[in-house]
């Protein structure tokens, strides 16, 4: 525990009563003690972030002095939860500033946290994996600054109406602005539209782009703290405004809808992530979202480092940009134009310090997923950058050509083709390095997505295995398990999460596994009693917690568990009285909102758990939860709740998974496919402490090779007969039979993601876990052996290797 007495940043309580009492009288005007819980939080949160900005200013000058490599690392999404616990923890003041709390305003420091919103900046593992990699950058003292935008409704608020998926605007703002720094000294312009003006000097050629929409990008700058360290990470969010002055003339005439229209559209940039892409009113503003951020964060930092050193001739030495999936690809094209638009150096100088600076990590084989544009779009919205990038992809095609003389592989490795601008493409042109987010995903990449890229330079790709920052889910969201740990270990996991390892000396002591039991049992009381309070569900605790939350995607296949259920519900009802394990099966998952068929599983769901509800007898054996609005947040108080940990995606198409990793490390057990990083987690723990089923990804390849038919499945296993049967009767009132024609009559293909191919070996790890979980010590072995082998897991490992081998950062 951090010694209340004295800290790292020198404080007592008395001085922490008399910063928050500074804060209460500048903000408030009155004394901390007369305050509301929520005027309170602000106050304390100020505090917390001044003393972070005041030590992030030390380190940045030490930085600066000694000449340290930053890396600045891309993201549309960082999806970071509330802040408030997670800087307290790493600034090791948590404990200081509860009892400060305490002792002077009689105030519970959990009540202030639950003031806190999470912040409305990403939705899935995209973005969660972003903002661990930025804490444990951080923890592992390297300067770091993340880029992205400051959206000013999140993705969206989940509402469930008769089981159908409701989208409400995320106002994250009004609590969470206060982690906010504005920083008007960095403000750049971002420019739309146009056309490019090509003069002739006596230095060559100089391009403008005219008649053009001119946007500001202001930004705002939120710290994070790095566990026992002298590093603070910087996430710096842009936010969209307009240029020019309010248009006073045609208000006064009237005109108010005109004298906004320029505001509106400018503002519109950054006040939703992911705008629905369906239409092309909505491909124009995610292209806009995505230029906008890379050309704020390029000129941010190119105009930085020419101020200080007056060249670029250092610019590779000092500065690393990492494209976080495809969504930051631009930022290849917009360093060219800034290179050469707005320092006059040629061709093969700038793109000899891009290819050097950048690097990409690409987190997914799907095709939809890749991001192509429009080429008709991009030229319009971009002139500039579309001739830069024609540039690009003309040197690279002939580069290609001569490599293997072979036009459709020219043609497969081009950034533009057949009326589409392909951001995958471009990324792997303009970085030095590739990689991959686990072993399996890595592989793919080498053998389908890249082969040809891969086969002409393979030095260029490699892997990096996701991890998760453990000391939020395991020291923060956990702590009856981590203070365990500590009795049985020491502490100095917190710092490195290998030690977990030595776990693996107490795999047969019985009293540690009753220790688990009960610390697993207290906190699904503790889940269910928030669920309770927060949803108005109800949760037994005593029944098992089978849990999966994630994206609602087709591919992660959430309809699979929800068929197993349907399955599981139908034998109940032919026997009630059938001696079974009971069990709770909790789903959290958005989906996009002009995702139907992914809101059509949401429905299906919601409508087993409301039958249930009318057969109390049956729901005591098997319940279905869906709890809405799933954020980091909630996932931080189920995770440490669960018992089973379904990651069932399709072998071959989840990429790596980091939900996964955080329940291991919580000791939940693994229900599972061979996919992204279940397959070195199997290789971790072994195959007798992990629940894998299924087809693998080679086998995936070859049945659609030898032509997938889902209704063979279906003629041949009585159990999937049942299902359908039970899909058409319905639940609740509502009939299914667009799901089991989704399985089985699609009008494209049946079935896309093998859900019948696997069903049956899925049933049946099902019931072999069933049968370990009756045995109590032997399930809880399983449980601490996962938990000692999850270290390997933690980011702290993935951002050094980051570092040493993509960034060559010391």
Not at 279 to 292: A, C, D, S, T, V
Not at 472 to 499: M, Y
Request: contains cysteine; aromatic residues 12%; neutral net charge.
């Amino acid at each position: 525990m951090p010694n209340s007495n004295a800290t790292p940043f020198d404080l007592t309580k008395t001085r922490v009563k008399e910063l928050i009492e500074g804060v209460a009288n500048k903000s408030f005007g009155a004394a901390a003690n007369s305050l509301s819980n929520r005027q309170l939080y602000r106050c304390v949160a100020t505090v917390v972030r001044d003393l972070l900005l005041e030590k992030r200013s030390r380190f940045n000058k030490q930085h600066k002095a000694r000449q340290r490599k930053r890396v600045h690392y891309l993201s549309m999404e960082f999806l970071m939860g509330r802040s408030l616990k997670n800087n307290l923890f790493n600034m090791e003041l948590d404990v200081l500033f509860a009892e400060t709390l305490k002792k002077y305003y009689k105030v519970d420091i959990e009540d202030l946290y639950d003031c806190e919103p999470d912040a409305g900046l990403g939705n899935g593992g995209l973005g969660r994996l972003a903002a661990c990699y930025l804490d444990c950058l951080a923890k592992e003292n390297y300067p770091v600054m993340g880029h992205s935008l400051r959206f000013e409704y999140g993705f969206f608020q989940q509402k469930i109406v008769n089981g159908w998926q409701t989208e409400l605007p995320d106002n994250w703002l009004p609590g969470g602005d206060v982690w906010l720094k504005e920083r008007p000294d960095k403000a750049q312009i971002v420019r739309f539209g146009g056309e490019v003006q090509e003069n002739w000097t006596d230095n060559g050629p100089v391009y403008r782009q005219v008649g053009c929409q001119e946007v500001e990008a202001f930004p705002y700058d939120m710290v994070v703290e790095g566990y026992h360290s002298n590093a603070v990470g910087v996430l710096r969010l842009w936010s969209a405004r307009n240029c020019k002055p309010f248009d006073f003339r045609a208000f006064g005439q009237g005109e108010y809808m005109r004298a906004l229209q320029e505001q509106s559209q400018a503002e519109m940039i950054t006040k939703v992530l992911y705008p629905s892409d369906n239409h092309e009113e909505g491909k124009i503003l995610r292209l806009k979202q995505e230029y906008f951020l890379v050309s704020a964060a390029m000129q941010n930092i190119t105009s930085d480092h020419y101020a200080r050193y007056g060249n670029f001739d250092n610019f590779a030495q000092l500065v690393a940009v990492h494209i976080n999936d495809t969504h930051p690809a631009l930022c290849v094209p917009e360093l060219m134009r800034i290179f050469i638009d707005e320092y006059h150096y040629g061709w093969d100088y700038s793109w000899s310090i891009v290819k050097n600076i950048c690097a990409y990590t690409n987190h997914t084989v799907l095709a939809e997923a890749l991001e192509c544009w429009p080429e008709y779009i991009f030229k319009k919205l971009l002139p500039r950058i579309y001739q830069i990038v024609m540039e690009i992809n003309e040197r690279a095609c002939r580069h290609f050509w001569d490599l293997c003389g072979d036009w459709n592989k020219v043609s497969n490795l081009a950034v533009v083709a057949y009326g589409q601008v392909r951001m995958a493409n471009l990324s792997v042109i303009g970085s030095h390095y590739v990689n991959g987010v686990s072993a399996l995903h890595s592989r793919i990449l080498r053998k389908t997505l890249f082969k040809d890229f891969y086969d002409m330079n393979p030095e260029k790709f490699g892997n990096v295995t996701n991890g998760i920052a453990h000391r939020r889910w395991l020291c923060q969201a956990n702590p009856l398990l981590s203070q365990l740990i500590e009795e049985l270990i020491g502490g100095e996991f917190k710092s490195d999460a290998s030690r977990l390892s030595q776990l693996n000396q107490f795999l047969d002591d019985k009293q540690v596994h009753t220790r688990l039991a009960e610390i697993k049992l207290a906190n699904k009381k503790r889940f269910a009693d928030i669920a309770r309070k927060k949803l108005d569900v109800a949760i037994d605790p005593n029944t098992r917690f089978d849990v999966q939350v994630k994206r609602l995607h087709e591919y992660k296949r959430q309809l699979l568990n929800a068929l197993k259920i349907v399955y599981l519900y139908h034998e109940l009802k032919q026997n009630p009285d059938l001696d079974v394990v009971p069990q709770t099966f909790i789903f959290g998952a958005k989906a996009a909102p002009s995702y139907y068929t992914a809101k059509e599983v949401i429905k299906l769901i919601c409508f087993i758990q409301k039958d249930l509800e009318a057969n109390p007898k049956i729901r005591e054996k098997l319940n279905v939860v869906f709890m809405e609005n799933y954020c980091v947040t909630m996932a931080e108080s189920l995770m440490p709740a669960a018992e089973i940990s379904e990651q069932i995606s399709l072998a071959g198409k989840e990429a790596s998974g980091t939900g996964n990793m955080k329940f291991m490390i919580n000791g939940a057990l693994t229900l599972g496919t061979m996919d992204g990083a279940n397959v070195e987690m199997s290789e971790a723990v072994g195959m007798d402490n992990i629940f894998i089923f299924g087809l693998n990804s080679r086998q995936v390849t070859d049945l659609w090779g030898r032509g997938y038919n889902s209704t063979d499945y279906y003629f041949k296993q009585p159990k999937l007969r049942i299902i359908i049967d039970e899909l058409n009767n319905g639940f609740g009132g509502e009939t299914f039979e667009n799901i089991s024609n989704y399985l089985l009559r699609s009008n494209q293909v049946a079935d896309p993601y093998m859900c019948f191919a696997d069903f049956a070996s899925y049933l049946e790890a099902h019931e072999k876990m069933d049968k370990c979980y009756r045995d109590v010590h032997l399930w809880n072995r399983m449980s601490l052996k996962n938990i000692a082998e999850a270290g390997r897991f933690s980011a702290d490992r993935a951002v050094r290797e980051y570092a040493e081998n993509i960034w060559r950062m010391k």
